[in-house]
């Protein structure tokens, strides 16, 4: 799916990207659920969230947690509160480090709590992109806080990370097919 460019495709690729991954976690075995997530064995999954995420309880709660990165900022910024999207002390190239911040924070969080917890944040960064006009959404400049267009955070945090998390809930069937 090409990466959203106005209003309409942002909100139909969030639903379908949401309806796809739900769909997929709800095809997840017992197996597939109680089984630790493990890429060791493939090379080519260097990137530090191979190894951070262990169970679906993890996937939900990083989706969770860049929705509330997206509702805060934006919040912040509408009041006249700058703040960047990425918070103090991180920034873009130490976010990795705050993803496994978020990563700690929840090791407790039921999986009931963060699947309720994800669903909900989904709904509000949904409902706060309705709120906005597409001009709003994807035109370049209009908010001083805003270095592309705020469209481009709402695709970031909702479509494409659901891909992210669709890609990798896969490698975890393959692995426990094997």
Not at 139 to 149: E, F, K, L, Q
Request: some cysteine; aromatic content about 12%.
């Amino acid at each position: 799916m090409p990466r959203a460019r106005n209003k309409e495709d942002l909100i139909k690729a969030a639903d379908e990207q949401y309806d796809k991954l739900t769909k997929l976690i709800s095809s997840l075995t017992k197996n597939e659920l109680i089984t630790e997530f493990d890429f060791s064995g493939d090379p080519k999954k260097t990137e530090r969230h191979w190894g951070r995420d262990k169970n679906l309880r993890d996937i939900y709660i990083h989706l969770y947690e860049w929705h509330q990165l997206l509702l805060n900022w934006i919040k912040a910024n509408a009041n006249g509160e700058e703040k960047p999207f990425i918070p103090e002390p991180y920034s873009w190239k130490t976010y990795g480090d705050m993803n496994v911040e978020f990563w700690q924070k929840h090791q407790k969080t039921s999986l009931e709590d963060t699947k309720e917890m994800f669903e909900k944040s989904h709904q509000e960064v949904l409902k706060l992109a309705e709120e906005y006009t597409n001009e709003q959404l994807f035109g370049r400049g209009i908010y001083s806080w805003v270095n592309t267009d705020l469209g481009s955070y709402f695709v970031s945090v909702m479509p494409s990370h659901y891909d992210w998390a669709m890609k990798k809930l896969k490698t975890h069937q393959k692995n426990c097919a094997k």
